[in-house]
């Protein structure tokens, strides 16, 4: 199975902040990532499929990048809606796997 | 406006069965590949299992941990994916997210998800 190691499990950031996250797989998975971003008591929400493509209706501030087996995402400048926990998932082979998550919290 | 609403969750003891429901609406139902996951108190995302369409036979995928006693299960004519839960156990306690699949360049996203139900297995 292919492991996701995601990196922070735990962020603390302010308004305005530039905020990375990063995903890395334990072996090639071409571009077949997602990112998702999940609030308290609510359903995940996609944001970044194919690695870099942003889902309809996600603001531009989110942005994803790959770097062979590494994947980052990126919020520009969080908002006050930005905090909650992050998701990377691969989709390159069964079982689809997760990452552990990135709890992204106010300073 | 794309809508997946589970129901059947509930408590249910250690070795029971359960099966859940999810009613889609809003989109063709019989052209998406569908998938479960879930999501245990306080802990991160696991996929479950995915159901094709009818273009591809209805094949399935599950996770280890599910295989053998979970089968999932579709009825395009209700727009209804099911999720039969068998044998269940104390790990098995999640929320049971029903979620619609986005296909993009041969893989097969998760755009849409349902709000949950919650299993309890517990005696």
């Known amino acids: 199975d292919i492991q996701l190691t995601q990196s922070p499990s735990f962020l603390s950031a302010s308004v305005g902040d530039r905020v990375t996250i990063t995903c890395r797989a334990s072996q090639d998975i071409s571009s077949h990532l997602a990112w998702y971003q999940q609030k308290p008591g609510k359903a995940p929400k996609l944001l970044i499929y194919a690695a870099s493509t942003l889902q309809s209706g996600v603001p531009s501030r989110f942005s994803g990048s790959a770097s062979g087996t590494e994947f980052t995402l990126t919020i520009s400048s969080l908002q006050p809606e930005d905090f909650a926990t992050y998701y990377c998932q691969e989709l390159n082979s069964y079982p689809i796997t997760f990452g552990g998550g990135t709890k992204v919290e106010i300073k | 406006e794309v809508q997946l609403v589970e129901s059947g969750g509930g408590l249910v003891q250690p070795g029971g069965s359960l099966r859940l429901s999810c009613a889609a609406s809003?989109?063709?139902?019989?052209?998406?590949?569908m998938d479960w996951v879930r999501q245990a108190p306080g802990k991160g995302l696991e996929w479950v299992g995915r159901i094709r369409n009818k273009a591809k036979s209805y094949t399935t995928q599950y996770a280890a941990s599910v295989k053998g006693r979970f089968t999932i299960s579709r009825d395009d004519s209700k727009n209804s994916l099911y999720l039969q839960m068998n044998s269940l156990n104390t790990e098995d306690t999640a929320v049971y997210y029903c979620?619609?699949?986005?296909?993009?360049?041969?893989?097969?996203?998760?755009?849409?998800w349902g709000q949950g139900t919650l299993v309890t297995v517990s005696s």
């Open positions: 979620v619609r699949d986005y296909p993009h360049s041969g893989r097969h996203y998760f755009d849409y």
């Open positions: 809003g989109f063709t139902f019989s052209d998406h590949y």
